[in-house]
């Protein structure tokens, strides 16, 4: 009897000692425990206003394959950017300049990783430089107003010039929203006022200083992103040799189109249509004979 007490003792202390070596196991695959870097390297900075979780050992990826890890996070006094390092694979030294860097979370509640989308540039970032196209982490409200359709844009941290524009209704647009030109996002809405004067809605854009070649003569349109997501301001480009400059006023807009004037407009077309085939008898095809 003690002998088989004594068995039993031995296998359950097994499975234990197992069970936290399994556990010590996928801890140190999901942290940054297993992300201790080797070999030679390099650094570049990434500047992000919003780092979320991010944790410094953190993976840093190309294509899902990690390359590296975060070597240090810090923000400077009197700065509202955090600085964040990376130090990366010798053997990935042809990064372009251009490309795009992005906080992202493995899984549902996973950790935070550095994800890098190469760009087209034929420069590289070298050891110590920076790669300035950074998309911070997304908070929960962020990631909701996706979902409906409220797009989003990378970090501005280089800076933005501002275009005003006047509409005779928004909608719902609202400080905030994105700016798009060809669907991508280059801006967003800095702010939406009532002129008392005019009586309609002075917007004010803030677009991305990459895209200063933006003919003077775009026209901006407020859109809605899909059936029920928010509402953004879209810029068609014109062809004027001259581009817009911080603080011009675009003349060509298109205002928010209401449901009820949607409705409207198909109730009028569908009607019309049935005239023409059906009302008083008559026929828009004249008689044999007559011109």
Same mark, same amino acid.
């Given at each position: 009897?003690?002998?088989?007490?004594?068995?039993?003792?031995?296998?359950?202390?097994?499975?234990?000692?197992?069970?936290?070596?399994?556990?010590?196991?996928?801890?140190?695959?999901?942290?940054? @425990?297993? =992300?201790?870097?080797?070999?030679?390297?390099?650094?570049?900075?990434?500047?992000?206003?919003?780092?979320?979780?991010?944790?410094?050992?953190?993976? #840093?990826?190309?294509?899902?394959?990690?390359?590296?890890?975060?070597?240090?996070?810090?923000?400077?006094?009197?700065?509202?950017?955090?600085?964040?390092?990376?130090?990366?694979?010798?053997?990935?030294?042809?990064?372009? %300049?251009?490309? @795009?860097?992005?906080?992202?979370?493995?899984?549902?509640?996973?950790?935070? $990783?550095?994800?890098?989308?190469?760009?087209?540039?034929?420069?590289?970032?070298? =050891?110590?430089?920076?790669?300035?196209?950074?998309?911070?982490? %997304?908070?929960?409200?962020?990631?909701?107003?996706?979902?409906?359709?409220?797009?989003?844009?990378?970090?501005?941290?280089?800076?933005?010039?501002?275009?005003?524009?006047?509409?005779? =209704?928004?909608?719902?647009? /609202? @400080?905030?929203?994105?700016?798009?030109?060809?669907?991508?996002?280059?801006?967003?809405?800095?702010?939406?006022?009532?002129?008392? #004067?005019?009586?309609?809605?002075?917007?004010?854009?803030?677009?991305?200083?990459?895209?200063?070649?933006?003919?003077?003569?775009?026209?901006?349109? #407020?859109?809605?992103?899909?059936?029920?997501?928010?509402? $953004?301001?879209?810029?068609?480009?014109?062809?004027?040799?001259?581009?817009?400059?911080?603080?011009?006023?675009? #003349?060509?807009?298109?205002?928010?189109?209401?449901?009820?004037?949607?409705?409207?407009?198909?109730?009028?077309?569908?009607?019309?249509?049935?005239?023409?085939?059906?009302?008083?008898?008559? /026929?828009?095809?004249?008689?044999?004979?007559?011109?």
């Amino acid at each position: 009897m003690s002998q088989q007490r004594s068995s039993y003792a031995v296998g359950t202390g097994l499975f234990i000692v197992l069970g936290f070596a399994a556990l010590a196991y996928l801890a140190t695959q999901t942290s940054s @425990v297993a =992300n201790v870097h080797q070999g030679a390297s390099y650094t570049v900075d990434a500047h992000f206003t919003n780092i979320g979780a991010l944790k410094e050992r953190a993976p #840093v990826k190309i294509a899902g394959v990690r390359i590296g890890q975060v070597q240090s996070i810090t923000l400077p006094p009197g700065q509202e950017v955090a600085d964040v390092k990376l130090t990366i694979d010798k053997s990935y030294d042809r990064i372009p %300049q251009d490309s @795009v860097v992005t906080i992202f979370t493995s899984g549902l509640l996973g950790d935070q $990783y550095v994800g890098i989308d190469y760009g087209s540039s034929q420069q590289f970032v070298a =050891n110590g430089g920076t790669l300035a196209r950074t998309k911070s982490s %997304q908070p929960l409200e962020e990631m909701l107003g996706k979902f409906f359709g409220a797009g989003g844009v990378s970090d501005n941290i280089g800076g933005t010039y501002t275009v005003k524009a006047d509409f005779s =209704n928004v909608g719902t647009l /609202s @400080v905030g929203a994105p700016v798009k030109m060809a669907g991508v996002a280059i801006g967003t809405v800095q702010t939406v006022v009532a002129d008392p #004067v005019k009586l309609d809605a002075k917007v004010t854009l803030a677009i991305d200083k990459r895209y200063n070649a933006i003919p003077d003569d775009s026209s901006a349109a #407020v859109f809605t992103s899909g059936l029920i997501g928010s509402q $953004y301001v879209a810029i068609q480009p014109g062809g004027s040799p001259d581009a817009l400059k911080d603080g011009d006023e675009m #003349v060509l807009t298109q205002s928010a189109m209401q449901l009820e004037d949607l409705i409207g407009k198909f109730l009028v077309n569908g009607s019309s249509s049935d005239t023409k085939s059906a009302g008083n008898g008559k /026929s828009d095809i004249p008689p044999a004979g007559k011109h």
